[in-house]
């Protein structure tokens, strides 16, 4: 069982209970260790795993929960033995504040796939305690899981980067989606999705993206950059794409079927799932077999590879469509969320809005 109490006073909204309605908190984070950096947090983003958690519908709640991990701040404290950042410095933090650190996952800087991993929330510290996220005012994060944050990249609009960018970034390289002129269909033009689209033409492939919404084509085209447009629900257009692309990173959360994207892939193509559904999709075999295809998944990226992805998109321009919203609003964005009614990404601006009650 988790212990609850530090010294240090903390302030945020927090789910209660499976209702996911969120509320001011007061809370305690740990004092500034050796290796510790404590930041004062301006903006976080609202992810949809947010929304995931504070409902409990992946089954894993513990209330009370303070969400958020698409994190950007600025330094106020940092340990005797931290040499990487210093006072006034802003900085990011992700999906995790800690693993083993001597794993062969670790030791080959892919933290988020250690057996101890620690999410930023809704998790339990290496001293016991519940980890508490980013919509809050201060957060404490041992150096090692602490993100240099570009001058070049704003705080809001980059801060979905954190989580949203670097899960299309990393299976990107993982999966050889970095080849100019190769043709990739992006599923889901979302949060994920509209930064897939970004990054993917960055690296110079060709990109489709893949919709159940047709009002959605003008913006993925002169807004975001993709070379075409599918509607999913359009059998004569699905139907011309079949055997055209080398790849597909499919963003969806919701259940959804597999066969119209895996029959959209050449022979040797690779569909990434990256969604996270709440109940298992069926996968037709056949398609598979006959074109020695690939579905594989991916989940966020090891620290060494989130540095690599901001600094990728800090030199190609590359943020998230944010609507920044004050922290009292967070129930009515995740409502809309639910909706999928933002584009693209909810932002709170947590240091102008977020004062102790």
């Given at each position: 069982m988790a212990k609850s109490q530090h010294s240090q006073n903390a302030?945020?909204?927090?789910?209660?209970?499976?209702?996911g309605i969120l509320s001011p908190l007061h809370f305690s984070r740990r004092e500034n260790g050796d290796e510790d950096v404590t930041i004062k947090i301006l903006y976080c983003g609202v992810c949809h795993s947010d929304l995931h958690s504070c409902r409990n519908e992946w089954g894993n709640a513990h209330y009370p929960m303070v969400p958020g991990h698409e994190i950007?701040?600025?330094?106020?404290?940092?340990?005797?033995?931290?040499?990487?950042?210093?006072?006034?410095e802003r900085v990011g933090?992700?999906?995790i504040v800690g693993s083993c650190k001597s794993c062969e996952y670790c030791n080959q800087d892919l933290e988020n796939?250690?057996?101890?991993?620690?999410?930023?929330y809704n998790s339990i510290d290496n001293d016991g305690t519940r980890t508490y996220g980013g919509y809050s005012d201060m957060i404490v994060v041992n150096q090692h899981f602490v993100i240099h944050f570009p001058d070049s990249l704003p705080s809001d609009a980059g801060a979905p980067l954190l989580c949203a960018g670097i899960t299309v970034y990393s299976p990107m390289k993982y999966?050889?989606?970095?080849?100019?002129?190769?043709?990739?269909?992006?599923?889901?033009?979302?949060g994920l999705g509209h930064v897939a689209v970004?990054?993917?033409?960055?690296?110079g492939l060709k990109v489709t993206v893949i919709s159940s919404s047709p009002g959605k084509e003008d913006e993925a085209i002169n807004k975001f950059g993709a070379d075409a447009f599918l509607v999913s629900s359009d059998p004569a257009k699905m139907k011309g794409a079949i055997g055209t692309m080398d790849f597909i990173i499919d963003t969806v959360s919701a259940v959804h079927a597999l066969a119209p994207l895996l029959i959209l892939l050449r022979a040797n193509g690779k569909l990434i799932t990256l969604g996270l559904p709440n109940k298992p999709l069926e996968l037709p075999i056949f398609p598979l077999v006959l074109g020695r295809k690939l579905v594989g998944g991916s989940d966020i990226g090891g620290i060494k590879e989130t540095q690599e992805m901001l600094e990728f998109c800090a030199k190609h321009n590359i943020t998230a469509d944010v609507e920044v919203i004050k922290m009292d609003e967070i129930n009515t964005a995740m409502d809309r969320l639910a909706k999928n009614d933002v584009k693209y990404r909810f932002v709170i601006d947590v240091g102008s809005s977020l004062s102790q009650l």
């Open positions: 302030f945020g909204w927090a789910a209660k209970d499976t209702s950007v701040g600025t330094v106020t404290k940092i340990g005797n033995n931290v040499q990487k950042f210093k006072v006034g933090v992700g999906v796939y250690c057996p101890k991993l620690i999410f930023t999966y050889g989606m970095t080849e100019p002129g190769k043709h990739l269909g992006v599923v889901g033009l979302g970004r990054i993917a033409k960055a690296f």
